[in-house]
């Protein structure tokens, strides 16, 4: 396989960006939150979670500094979904090869 | 715009949920039959890079921010089913493991921003990328498509919420609408720009049928 380089050089654009850019992220309400604010029903949205996330916001928990909450969790979800991403394109492909084999 | 849980009713995020969850059983059927090798590791790549570019909140006017939705431009690297497949993917991973996105509402989410995004949006840019050929032809065509992508989920977010019987159609789809035409105005920038870098560098990265249009065998214009 042939020069493979982009993947590292990709990965390493978008962990420099979810780690690090997603620290000068603007701290305003996006779209649908500033119509939901407008508009008045903000208070809809479900006060307590359906279900506990881990990294909720965006920010690493246990860690008081939050520059560097956000940019773990960013780091750390950006590398969650390379290997999502990659385990994806594998499992739908690799589905095809067995079924290629199985026929 | 990401819709949290609370404001879609039952009937209308289950219908979303079963519109979403049909189109990416077709997509899994579709990709598995064409995937080449190389879009294994595209896959994961296209989706960090828009994961981590949604992060990245711009500051659009009156106290309010807007971020990369980013299902043109998986659909231009990946083609519409694969880049539906990596939206859903990206879309569950900020709902369970971020909370950003409601868990009832994540097939409406997936359908506004995966399925409109990669399949409209790759139906989209493949029309006007024959209207203006050319590597130019071709930036403009991914700019006004994405642009058009993110008013429309913006607009269709809007209609699944007044449907829910939230707010009336006539507050939230102007509201909706009109924010979102300045944020598109960046997500078209951000797709456009993204194209034009890998159309330079990796030009074989670009989805086959989504580089730039060539009515003579020479190549683009630009």
Not at chain 2, 12 to 32: T, Y
Not at chain 2, 129 to 137: E, M, N, Q, Y
Request: charged share 10%; hydrophobic share 55%; aromatic share 8%.
């Amino acid at each position: 396989m042939k020069n493979t380089r982009w993947i590292w050089i990709g990965l390493a654009v978008a962990l420099a960006v979810g780690g690090l850019l997603s620290l000068a992220a603007s701290p305003r309400p996006d779209g649908l939150e500033r119509v939901a604010e407008d508009k008045g029903f903000l208070d809809r949205a479900v006060g307590t979670p359906l279900l506990h996330s881990p990294l909720p916001d965006y920010l690493f928990p246990g860690i008081a500094d939050e520059r560097l909450a956000t940019g773990l969790a960013g780091f750390l979800g950006t590398l969650v979904l390379f290997a999502v991403g990659t385990g994806v394109g594998w499992a739908v492909r690799g589905a095809r090869k067995a079924r290629e084999r199985g026929a | 715009m990401h819709i949290p849980d609370g404001f879609l009713s039952t009937p209308v995020w289950v219908a979303a949920g079963a519109v979403s969850a049909a189109a990416v059983a077709v997509g899994v059927a579709r990709v598995g039959k064409n995937m080449e090798e190389k879009q294994v590791p595209l896959m994961g790549v296209v989706g960090a890079f828009i994961f981590a570019a949604q992060m990245v909140n711009f500051p659009i006017a009156s106290g309010t921010s807007g971020h990369l939705g980013g299902g043109v431009l998986a659909a231009l690297l990946l083609g519409p089913w694969a880049g539906t497949l990596i939206m859903t993917a990206i879309l569950i991973v900020q709902a369970f493991l971020f909370q950003d996105g409601g868990i009832t509402a994540l097939g409406a989410n997936v359908l506004n921003m995966g399925v409109l995004g990669s399949l409209l949006g790759f139906a989209v840019y493949r029309f006007l990328r024959r209207l203006l050929a050319g590597t130019r032809g071709a930036l403009i065509s991914a700019f006004i498509t994405a642009w058009l992508i993110v008013v429309l989920s913006a607009s269709l977010a809007a209609v699944e919420i007044a449907l829910s019987g939230t707010v009336p159609l006539r507050l939230a789809l102007p509201a909706m609408a009109g924010i979102h035409a300045l944020i598109g105005i960046v997500e078209g920038l951000i797709t456009a720009a993204a194209l034009a870098f890998l159309l330079r560098v990796r030009r074989d990265l670009v989805h086959p049928l989504c580089r730039p249009y060539a009515p003579q065998a020479a190549g683009g214009a630009a």
